[in-house]
Nanobody, 115 residues
Framework: QVQLVESGGGLVQPGGSLRLSCTAS????????MGWYRQAPGKQRELVAT???????NYAAPVKGRFTISRDNGKNTVYLQMNRLKPEDTAVYYC?????????WGKGTQVTVSS
């Protein structure tokens, strides 16, 4: 079993920035992929960004150019730098990590973008 702990959420004004962190309870050196998803009220959970073991990244169209995913293997942590935030980015953000043979979810962190 792998535990994922997210942090860094909060309230921010439109145009502002936040950095989310997700720390795993085991080494992420052997991950298949790790990433961030989000779920807004009344909507399905959707992909935000992922990074693979080889370092390839993938972003959802609404966040491309504004969000950056990165990882620090030494700290077992994946980050999501979110810039130029918009009210439509408001959601609970969940960390996901896939190690063979299972994938795991964190409990989520709330991000609210409002003036």
């Amino acid at each position: 079993q792998v535990q994922l702990v997210e942090s860094g959420g909060g309230l921010v004004q439109p145009g502002g920035s936040l950095r989310l962190s997700c720390t795993a309870s085991k080494s992420i050196f052997s991950i298949i992929a790790m990433g961030w998803y989000r779920q807004a009220p009344g909507k399905q959970r959707e992909l935000v960004a992922t990074v693979t073991s080889g370092g390839s990244t993938n972003y959802a169209a609404p966040v491309k150019g504004r969000f950056t995913i990165s990882r620090d293997n030494g700290k077992n942590t994946v980050y999501l730098q979110m810039n130029r935030l918009k009210p439509e980015d408001t959601a609970v953000y969940y960390c996901n990590a896939c190690f063979w043979p299972d994938c795991y979810w964190g409990k989520g962190t709330q991000v609210t973008v409002s003036s």
